[in-house]
């Protein structure tokens, strides 16, 4: 008996973490285009294009870029349980406008996930600490 409880245990510890599915691409486009309007991109612009990144290893975040002449200017990479927005490859930062909470709370919600602490959010982007981005910048 002890061996049976033992092996069950050992057998549902050695399936896969459940897999967080993948936002769909109208939703990035969604998101995307909220954060670069905050931020004072100027997507309106026929130089300027949005393109989502689809990653070779799952890193729990799907990525959408804008590019403005086929350059990366900016990168936004949602969490897929949290909703919270990161561009680790062009600074280290973190989102936080108040336009993109709303989706943020629903993401939570629909992975029962807890939400992160800066910290562990910069842990889990691979960065030492994340730079708040909560202003229009871009002119």
Known sequence: MLLTSTLALLALAAQPAKSTQHIPV????????ILAHDEGWPLGNPDYTLDPMIPVDDDGFDSIGVYRKGHLVRMYSIDRTTGDVVDFMRGCQVFRFDDIKRFQTEMKQ????????????AAKAGCPKLTVVNSRWVH
């Open 110 to 121: 629909k992975s029962h996930a807890p939400p992160l602490t800066d910290a562990q959010l």
């Open 26 to 33: 109208p939703k990035l486009n969604d998101i995307a285009t």
